[in-house]
T-cell receptor
């Protein structure tokens, strides 16, 4: 039981490049979310999903895209990287509404 | 607009002191309030609170929720240097977590 697995752990991108942050969980959790964490701002929700085939926007969705084709995987796509997207990204999953979330170890992304 | 506010933003205490962290919230469709500890990596789960007035305890940590006044407190007694971390409060609403900015706690020897 690996929990929530994020890859890569570190990434440097040039402005305008695109990439996908991977997130996978093996706990059969229906709910999955992506957060970004910036200094002094806590964690902010980017996108979330309540089950395969269902996604919705969070607080800061611009510049990011998601899909949920399986229960296990919830990739986050950066369409055209900008320096403002430099951040630490966390993926998290939960059994359901009202329950606690388990977090992945994070991806530190730098856009130059 | 939904919001979660933590106070203080930071504090420095000596080993053995007691710390009280505050979290107030205004959200629609409240489901639960969660506390996490973060030490330069992923947040780790501490408590989930759903009912008013029922204290949750884990060792030297305890937490309680007041759904009437819309706040929660996290207490850490007999602090140790290993308690140094950012403590995050989050409210689960519509299946999503909304976080406060966190409280940075530094415990000095």
């Amino acid at each position: 039981n690996a929990g929530v697995t994020q890859t890569p752990k570190f990434q440097v991108l040039k402005t305008g490049q695109s990439m996908t942050l991977q997130c996978a969980q093996d706990m059969n959790h229906e709910y999955m979310s992506w957060y970004r964490q910036d200094p002094g701002m806590g964690l902010r929700l980017i996108h979330y999903s309540v089950g395969a085939g269902i996604t919705d926007q969070g607080e800061v969705p611009n510049g990011y895209n998601v899909s949920r084709s399986t229960t296990e995987d919830f990739p986050l796509r950066l369409l055209s990287a900008a320096p403002s997207q430099t951040s630490v990204y966390f993926c998290a999953s939960s059994y359901g509404e009202g329950l606690g979330y388990t977090f992945g170890s994070g991806t530190r992304l730098t856009v130059v | 607009e939904d919001k979660v506010v933590q106070s203080p933003l930071s504090l420095v205490v000596h080993e053995g002191d007691t710390v009280t962290l505050n979290c107030s919230y205004e959200v629609t469709n409240f489901r639960s309030l969660l506390w996490y500890k973060q030490e330069k990596k992923a947040p780790t789960f501490l408590f989930m609170l759903t009912s008013s007035g029922i204290e949750k305890k884990s060792g030297r940590l305890s937490s309680i929720l007041d759904k009437k006044e819309l706040f929660s407190i996290l207490n850490i007694t007999a602090t140790q240097t290993g308690d140094s971390a950012v403590y995050l409060c989050a409210v689960n609403s519509w299946g999503k977590l909304q976080f406060g900015a966190g409280t940075q706690v530094v415990v000095t020897p």
